[in-house]
């Protein structure tokens, strides 16, 4: 292979793995947001969860207080816990904080985003588009990817070409 071709050839090699982050991540001040996603609604819902990965990497706390989408009239924030066996859901007016170093993983069963009062359904392959708001950091644009009905997780960030496993 010529010198020109070789520089060619690494240009492109370069260019194709630099940046290996995924399409739906998001960075707002030292705060980085990964594989925002949701689930596919049935018709008729009025509510639909959004989930993400926020991770500060900063030296300050921050903290997520709201948001907005044009897809709901209202943007919540809110909590699953288990409450003497049962699973309880609030709204956690407060805000979540995201600790220095610290990384906060929003999913079904834990802290998650609600979309209240849907103006219709949420369909699979669909990207909704939101606006989080930090405390500190400000706005964050964020595309949520519309998964199945029964997703359990994003599905878009893998490792070793297997789907990434998220534990608390």
Known sequence: MNKIGFFVAALVFATST???GYADDALVGTLK???PWTRATPKGATVGGGYLTITNT???A???VGGASGISSRFEIHEMSMEKGVMKMR???SGVEIKPGQTVR???SGYHI???GLKQPLKEGEH????????KAGNASVDFVVRSIGARSGGSASQGGRPMQHGH
């Open 58 to 60: 900063g030296n300050a």
């Open 114 to 116: 609600m979309f209240v």
């Open 128 to 135: 909704i588009k939101a606006t989080l708001q930090f405390e």
């Open 33 to 35: 947001l990964t594989t």
């Open 91 to 93: 709204e956690v007016t």
């Open 62 to 64: 921050d903290r997520l």
């Open 18 to 20: 630099v940046g290996t």
């Open 106 to 108: 929003f999913e079904p």
